[in-house]
């Protein structure tokens, strides 16, 4: 019975290794291409190579079984072989070529042997049924997205022979919840496991100096991460979409913060900037909205455009650095904001760069401030007084506008560029503040919409207002009284001066303005 079972097999494959001579096209141990119609191959010992293309687009096979001598799988050999289900690799295999099995979206799972020391591109992309992987010691090269969009994919093992994870290797790899990085990887490349959404832990080996643009960005699952100290850039869009990033230990070797970096990671509550950096790029923290505080150190040199825009809960932000402007949008919509203290060191404020801090009551303005760009401080609703230092040059178009709580507002007394609807809807405003040379006070008013009720004074009229109150204070002493005294004095003149002169300019204009009409 055991021998009639035996002549069977032996029967059956010695048909099916006929049909697979029949049906292929093998030449100088290269396999070249296979043109039958069988579900389940055994390649001969004889073979050495997997050709490129051998296999390419067959919607039959289910199963393959490597020749015992075969070291090299050439590129795109088995790609979309969309019912493979298994294959049998033999322990001499030393390459994979790229997108070896690039489609294979029946593919379960499979043995990597000990010999492989290279992993081409894409090789297995889009194998969506792959849940398990082990990468066995003697792998030197995993190329670039070689599991991009292996959905299924739960348990990956990396070899500890890597030293770097390129580009993309494991981007949208969806169900990956941890993985461990080998001491030896010091580099990890562009998007390599960007839209691992399930990712919840992963640990940066100490010796990694390079993170590429997007390494984890769109990790929705991931909860804590630490930079290691030798990383000295943190790339664009690095988190970006870290919905549940809480904690994030940055080493003291980072000098650069790059554009989106933490991007609406919206539950990051604190972070502490290290005093290496020196720039902050545009929208690194745009829609961190659980943000409360921020230190910004000493050795920053410029902070980028909507850098904290949308931090909604952010109530503290300490700018301790010497940087020459606040660039637009910079700290748009933090509704939290309380407080503003800028350093000498700015000499321009960027269009909407508090624009919506509703919270916002108080600002120091520097001294050497020269321009504020339009809708600065718009709606910002609890700010009540702004006094303008002397260097300003230019104000431009609604840059108080809807500052609806806004009660007194100084300008600077010297000729300065103001823009239009510069206080439109500050419908709280009761004292403005003008510099003593303004002309063509109506057209002024009207151009910059300043309320009917609000009261229009001089600098000289509010000096001398300033030194009355202090003399009709009981505590100022007699000596202070006599010096008050004689500076009122002056100061009168000076008024009634002024109110002289402007009388005789328009008693000038008016002959000048009759003989015309004649």
């Given at each position: 019975m055991s021998n009639e079972k035996a002549r069977k097999a032996q029967t059956v494959k010695s048909a099916a290794e006929l049909d697979l001579l029949r049906n292929s096209e093998i030449r100088?141990?290269?396999?070249?291409?296979?043109?039958?119609?069988?579900?389940?191959?055994t390649i001969p010992d004889t073979v050495q190579t997997i050709a490129e293309s051998a296999f390419a687009g067959n919607p039959r096979l289910t199963s393959v079984t490597l020749g015992k001598h075969v070291s090299a799988i050439q590129p795109a050999a088995f790609k979309d072989c969309t019912q493979l289900r298994s294959i049998t690799l033999p322990t001499s295999l030393r390459i994979i070529g790229a997108e070896a099995f690039?489609?294979?979206?029946?593919?379960?799972?499979?043995?990597?042997?000990?010999?492989?020391?290279?992993?081409?591109?894409?090789?297995?992309?889009?194998?969506?049924?792959?849940?398990?992987?082990?990468?066995?010691?003697?792998?030197?090269?995993?190329g670039a997205f070689a599991f991009c969009d292996c959905e299924a994919l739960e348990t990956i093992t990396l070899a500890d022979t890597l030293t770097a994870i390129h580009r993309g290797t494991f981007w949208g790899c969806r169900s990956i919840k941890a993985i461990e990085i080998p001491e030896t990887v010091t580099r990890i490349g562009r998007y390599a496991f960007g839209k691992c959404v399930s990712l919840e832990a992963i640990c940066l080996p100490e010796k990694t100096s390079y993170l590429g643009t997007g390494a984890f960005s769109e990790c929705r699952s991931l909860k804590s991460i630490r930079i290691p100290d030798g990383v000295r850039f943190l790339a664009d869009s690095l988190f970006s979409c870290c919905e549940l990033l809480e904690s994030v230990e940055i080493g003291d070797s980072v000098t650069y913060i790059g554009t989106n970096t933490f991007c609406t990671c919206k539950r990051l509550a604190e972070i502490r900037l290290p005093d290496s950096l020196s720039r902050i790029s545009s929208s690194a923290f745009l829609g961190c909205s659980a943000l409360t505080e921020i230190v910004i150190p000493t050795g920053i040199e410029e902070i980028g455009k909507r850098a904290f825009a949308f931090c909604t809960s952010l109530e503290r932000m300490e700018l301790l650095a010497e940087i020459p402007a606040i660039e637009e949008e910079c700290f748009l919509c933090c509704l939290a904001l309380k407080s503003v203290y800028l350093p000498d060191s700015v000499t321009r404020i960027g269009s909407r760069a508090f624009m919506r801090c509703l919270e916002l009551q108080s600002v120091r303005l520097p001294s050497a401030l020269k321009s504020i760009g339009e809708y600065a401080f718009a709606e910002c609703e609890a700010l009540t007084e702004m006094s303008l230092p002397s260097a300003l040059e230019h104000l431009d178009n609604h840059a108080f506008w809807d500052c609806t709580a806004l009660e007194t507002a100084i300008l600077p007394n010297k000729r300065l560029s103001v823009g239009y609807a510069v206080y439109a809807g500050c419908e709280s405003?009761?004292?403005?503040?003008?510099?003593d040379s303004v002309r063509l006070f109506r057209y002024r008013l009207d151009r910059w919409q300043i309320p009917t009720q609000a009261r229009i004074i001089l600098h000289k009229e509010l000096e001398l207002s300033m030194l009355f109150a202090e003399m009709a204070d009981p505590e100022t002493k007699a000596d202070r009284r006599e010096e008050l005294e004689r500076q009122i004095r002056i100061e009168l003149v000076k008024l009634g001066h002024h109110r002289k002169t402007s009388k005789q300019k328009k008693a000038r204009t008016k002959p000048k303005a009759a003989a015309k009409k004649k």
């Open positions: 100088n141990g290269v396999f070249i291409r296979y043109y039958g119609k069988a579900t389940e191959v690039r489609g294979c979206t029946s593919l379960l799972n499979f043995i990597l042997p000990r010999a492989v020391t290279l992993i081409g591109q894409s090789a297995f992309r889009e194998c969506r049924s792959l849940t398990r992987v082990i990468l066995t010691v003697g792998l030197e090269d995993l405003l009761k004292t403005l503040v003008v510099p």
